[in-house]
């Protein structure tokens, strides 16, 4: 989600509790950087979803104790985007993760993407992290896009959220000479991106289920691939719930249930309806999560 600058300031004691409200946990964006030294993005990270107040404003206070609720979980927490980049760099965020520009989708060629990121990466203090949701773009970064910019030295890696394995597992192959990192945008695949050495994932569904989405990070990295198997089989719906079929709005509802703060999402967003809700319900339920 894009944030203004004006958005920044509230952010710094967020940004502080995400750091340090579980001490020595081995936490990606925590890890420090220096000479020779890049950071980690291995394991599971939540793309956290934004608390508002009943005016619909952000809500800095909700956020932290969602951020605080976290800590017991092992995660591994062009011009206008370059502005952007640089004011959430000072805001205290180690990597930048950057969506494809997609509303002049039919000029976005493999060579414009390109310098796009390039001037992004050259310009940002942080690392940049690409990332490629084309169900919400309508564009994904092509693979050849992906293997160039993989070259450039502040360009950490990708997180990719089309669902495409035999993508994921080209990308893994084709950047093995870089220090590139491939994540799985999405619970519903990770199992199999790991499989094909992807280095973690950034879901969704860990703002709800983020313990067993590390058990599953943990199970893969150690080969107890039945184990992971059948974790990830009872993964599947409630991903599925929460992204493609309710999205943010189920996710938030979901929420809830697991001791989190939700709440309402802004227009143009609708709340989910009581069919809706009994269904979102079952998918977890029947997984055995509820």
């Known amino acids: 989600m894009a944030l203004s600058t004006r958005l920044t ?32 993005l291995g394991g599971i990270f939540p793309p956290l979803a934004t608390p508002f107040s009943p005016m619909r404003e952000v809500d800095y206070a909700l956020l932290e104790g969602n951020l605080h609720r976290y800590a017991s979980i092992p995660f591994r927490a062009t011009q206008a985007t370059i502005q952007l980049t640089l004011s959430m760099a000072e805001a205290g965020a180690d990597a930048a993760l950057v969506v494809t520009p997609c509303y002049y989708r039919g000029a976005m060629t493999s060579a414009a993407l390109v310098q ?109 691939w039945q184990e992971a198997r059948e974790l990830q089989h009872r993964l599947i719906e409630p991903n599925t719930a929460v992204t493609r079929r309710f999205g943010i709005p189920g996710l938030k509802k979901a929420m809830e249930w697991f001791g989190y703060y939700g709440g ?27």
């Open 264 to 290: 309402p999402c802004r227009a143009p967003l609708a709340p989910l309806s009581p069919p809706q809700v009994e269904e979102l319900r079952g998918a977890f339920s029947a997984n055995g999560w509820l």
């Open 116 to 224: 796009h990121y390039t001037e992004v990466a050259d310009a940002s203090p942080i690392p940049v992290v690409l990332y490629s949701v084309p169900a919400n773009t309508g564009l994904d970064l092509p693979l050849e896009a992906v293997v160039t910019l993989a070259q450039h030295p502040n360009i950490l890696g990708i997180k990719d959220s089309g669902g495409d394995i035999t993508r994921i597992g080209l990308m893994v192959h084709k950047t093995r000479q870089e220090d590139f990192q491939v994540l799985a945008g999405s619970a519903g695949f990770l199992l199999a991106s790991y499989a094909l050495g992807a280095s973690g994932g950034v879901c969704a569904l860990a703002n709800i289920l983020g313990a067993p989405l590390c058990q599953l990070d943990r199970l893969c990295r150690e080969g107890h």
């Open 9 to 40: 300031l509230p952010l710094r004691p967020v940004l502080a509790a995400l750091r340090w409200a579980a001490p020595g946990q081995r936490r990606a964006l925590n890890t420090p950087q220096g000479q020779g030294h890049k950071l980690d």
